[in-house]
């Protein structure tokens, strides 16, 4: 199952912007919802995570500042970012594992959705 990702875009800093991520198919259930990011020059790094129990880890350069949540009933994670730093611009990927169906597994990516945070 491919995940589609949406909502970025270019923002002052300071901003907000709301991604979504969904999967392109049915699935049966998750277990976790993650957002990483890339920027330039740099390694991929954890954003957010989100388990299908509703725990939430963030990196400590979003805390109070980002929230991911999830949509249950669209299975669609979204990440809230407010208060836009420039050092935010990246490209923002999410990522998510579950099953497709009973003893089905899957594990995907989406496409990546860049944001960038500039005056």
């Known amino acids: 199952v491919q995940l589609q990702a949406s909502g970025g875009g270019l923002v002052q800093p300071g901003g907000s912007l709301r991604l979504s991520c969904a999967p392109s198919?049915?699935?049966?259930?998750?277990?976790?919802m993650n957002w990483y990011r890339q920027a330039p020059g740099k390694e991929r790094e954890l954003v957010a995570r989100?388990?299908?129990?509703?725990?939430?880890n963030y990196a400590d350069s979003v805390k109070g500042r980002f929230t991911i949540s999830t949509d249950n009933a669209k299975n669609t994670v979204y990440l809230q970012m407010n208060s836009l730093k420039p050092e935010d611009t990246a490209v923002y990927y999410c990522?998510?594992?579950?099953?497709?169906?009973?003893?089905?597994?899957?594990?995907?990516w989406g496409q990546g959705t860049l944001v960038t945070v500039s005056s």
């Open positions: 990522n998510a594992d579950g099953k497709l169906r009973v003893g089905v597994p899957f594990y995907s």
């Open positions: 989100i388990s299908s129990g509703g725990s939430t």
């Open positions: 198919g049915t699935i049966l259930s998750w277990n976790a």
